[in-house]
Nanobody, 127 residues
Framework: QVQLVESGGGSVQAGGSLRLSCKASGIGSTFSRKSMAWFRQVSGKEREGVAA???????MYADSVKGRFTVSRDDFENTLYLDMNRLKPEDTAKYYCARSRGLYGSVTMAESEYNVWGPGTQVTVSS
């Protein structure tokens, strides 16, 4: 069974940086053949896509994070990353990584295309 575990969350002041990691493990990980994505959710609000990367390394970002966040992947280490710079208080949320259902798909942040999720890591940005 594939598992995803996020790390790297924490508290930071506005303007600061954090790097989130998402390690995939388990039988049949097929990490390199899957699109991966980061989502975030504020309590009481819907989960939203933040960034995604396909197996072919195509990337996609939410407008709110373009130019500040960078998604990347290391297929040898089965790890997904999210580098977050110039953080804002509105970036405060629980961040989740997710693995796509299909293989070699197009890059997407459609939540319905992802079927394996990590437990999340909290990011808090203070003003």
């Amino acid at each position: 069974q594939v598992q995803l575990v996020e790390s790297g969350g924490g508290s930071v002041q506005a303007g600061g940086s954090l790097r989130l990691s998402c390690k995939a493990s388990g039988i049949g990980s097929t990490f390199s053949r899957k699109s991966m994505a980061w989502f975030r959710q504020v309590s009481g609000k819907e989960r939203e896509g933040v960034a995604a990367i396909s197996s072919g390394f195509n990337t996609m970002y939410a407008d709110s994070v373009k130019g500040r966040f960078t998604v990347s992947r290391d297929d040898f280490e089965n790890t997904l990353y999210l580098d977050m710079n110039r953080l804002k208080p509105e970036d405060t949320a629980k961040y989740y990584c997710a693995r796509s259902r299909g293989l070699y798909g197009s890059v997407t942040m459609a939540e319905s295309e992802y079927n394996v999720w990590g437990p999340g890591t909290q990011v808090t940005v203070s003003s």
